[in-house]
C-alpha cells in the first residue's frame, strides 16, 4: 500500500531555530511536494521536487528551502523559524506525470514560539 | 493561474441527510484535470476522484457522487445518506499545464448522530 511517512505529527520550536521537516515515500515516486495548510487558505504549494537533486518553488518559497537527496526523502528547510511559519505542513509524492494522484502523508502540525 | 473557490466554509447536516459540496474553478488550459480530497481529523489527505476535462460524465461511487459541467467551471460532489464517518474537510483541486495542484480552501463537513 501506498505510504507516505513524516517525521513528526507535532513539532514545538523556537524563534531563530533552523527546523528540519523530513518526508519519506516507499512508492518510488518521482514527485515529492511540500504543502502548508492554514485555515480558510486551503493547502498552499511550498516546493516540489520531480527528480533527485531537482527542486522548484511552488506559491510560497519565502523562508524555505528543500533538500532531496534520496529518491525516497525530500527533506523542508525553514532556515530561521519564525512565528508566522506556524502551520501545519503536508508531504506528498506521485508518479512522474504531474496529473498522477498526489499521495499524502499524515501531516507535521509546526509551532514556532 | 488557476483558482479553485469553495464558498462553502462549513456544513453541518444530520446523519443521513444529503449533503452537496460546490467547487468552481478558473483557468485557461484547455487541458486540466480536477480532484477531490478528503481530510478526516487523524489530518491524512485521502484521494477521491480524479476527472480530465474531456470526461465531463458523471460518477458515483457507493454514497459519493460528482457532477462535472465545463458550461458553468463546476464540480460538485454529494454525500448521500451521510453517516457520522463522513465528517472531515473535503478539498476540491485543479491541475493544468503547469502541473501544480491547486486547492480550494476546504469545506468543513460535519454530521451529527
Known amino acids: 500500500d501506498v505510504k507516505v511517512t513524516q517525521s513528526s505529527r507535532y513539532l514545538v520550536k523556537r524563534t531563530g531555530e533552523k527546523v528540519f521537516l523530513e518526508c519519506v515515500q516507499d512508492m518510488d515516486h518521482e514527485n515529492m511536494f511540500w504543502y502548508r495548510q492554514d485555515p480558510g487558505l486551503g493547502l498552499r504549494l511550498i516546493y516540489f521536487s520531480y527528480d533527485v537533486k531537482m527542486k522548484e518553488k511552488g506559491d510560497i518559497p519565502e523562508g524555505y528551502s528543500v533538500s532531496r537527496e534520496k529518491k525516497e526523502r525530500f527533506s523542508l528547510i525553514l532556515e530561521s523559524a519564525s512565528t508566522n511559519q506556524t502551520s501545519m505542513y503536508l508531504c506528498?509524492?506521485?508518479?512522474?506525470?504531474?496529473?498522477?494522484?498526489?499521495?499524502f502523508g499524515d501531516g507535521t502540525r509546526l509551532s514556532i514560539l | 493561474a488557476q483558482k479553485v473557490t469553495q464558498a462553502q466554509t462549513e456544513i453541518s447536516v444530520v446523519e443521513k441527510e444529503d449533503v452537496t459540496l460546490d467547487c468552481v474553478y478558473e483557468t485557461r488550459d484547455t487541458t486540466y484535470y480536477l480532484f477531490w480530497y478528503k481530510q478526516p481529523p487523524s489530518g491524512e489527505l485521502v484521494f477521491l476522484i480524479r476527472r480530465n476535462s474531456f470526461d465531463e460524465q458523471n460518477e458515483i461511487s457507493g454514497r459519493y457522487s460528482w457532477n462535472f459541467q465545463k458550461s458553468t467551471s463546476s464540480f460538485n460532489f454529494t454525500i448521500t445518506a451521510s453517516q457520522v464517518v463522513d465528517s472531515a474537510v473535503y478539498f476540491c483541486?485543479?491541475?493544468?499545464?503547469?502541473?501544480?495542484?491547486?486547492f480550494g480552501a476546504g469545506t468543513t463537513v460535519t454530521v451529527r448522530a
Open positions: 506528498a509524492s506521485s508518479l512522474i506525470s504531474g496529473v498522477q494522484p498526489q499521495h
Open positions: 483541486a485543479l491541475i493544468a499545464n503547469d502541473y501544480k495542484l491547486s
